[in-house]
């Protein structure tokens, strides 16, 4: 069974209340609060849900979490069980991911099914997708212009014959 959840609907109640006004504002400055506002919707869960039954089996994990979780393993270079604690403890994770509630079903994912969806994504060309997303939405909100992109870093050649011991 699908689960999919409406990351665009308000919540009645602030569910990040329980944060001072100051940390509140350093999670909203911070990475989790671009990621929250800006790339979460921009997530394929859309082209991810046919892999998934409708009205048959095990729901699955919040496809918005599961893919996030994905994004920010690649992001900060960790390992499966590091993005397991991550996503269970880490509350700038939860705010990225825009989880409000409390329960393991929605704060803990086991290394198994990350590692499927990973299959899922990469086997079904989808971290393309994913990439090309994400780099499209950060370099429209960070006014980015790609007109003119920098060829210098990728055309590097070897000067080591001309070069002598004063450079």
Partial sequence: MIHIKDHRQNELFDP?????????????QSWAG??????LFELPVGEVA????DDFGRPTKELHTAL????LQQAH???DEETVNQLAF??????????TEESDSAKYICPKTLWNMRSI??????D???????TDKLAKVFKVNTDNQRIDSVHIKSNMRRLGRIG
């Fill in 121 to 126: 994504v990469v086997d079904n060309g989808l």
């Fill in 68 to 71: 996030g979780a994905l994004v």
């Fill in 16 to 28: 990040w209340r329980f944060l001072s006004p100051k940390r509140r504002e350093l999670l909203d």
């Fill in 90 to 99: 880490n509350i700038q994770w939860h705010y990225a991911l825009n989880i």
């Fill in 34 to 39: 671009l990621f929250k506002k800006e790339l």
């Fill in 77 to 79: 270079d960790l390992t």
């Fill in 128 to 134: 393309a997708i994913i990439f090309d997303h994400t």
């Fill in 50 to 53: 046919p892999f998934f039954g």
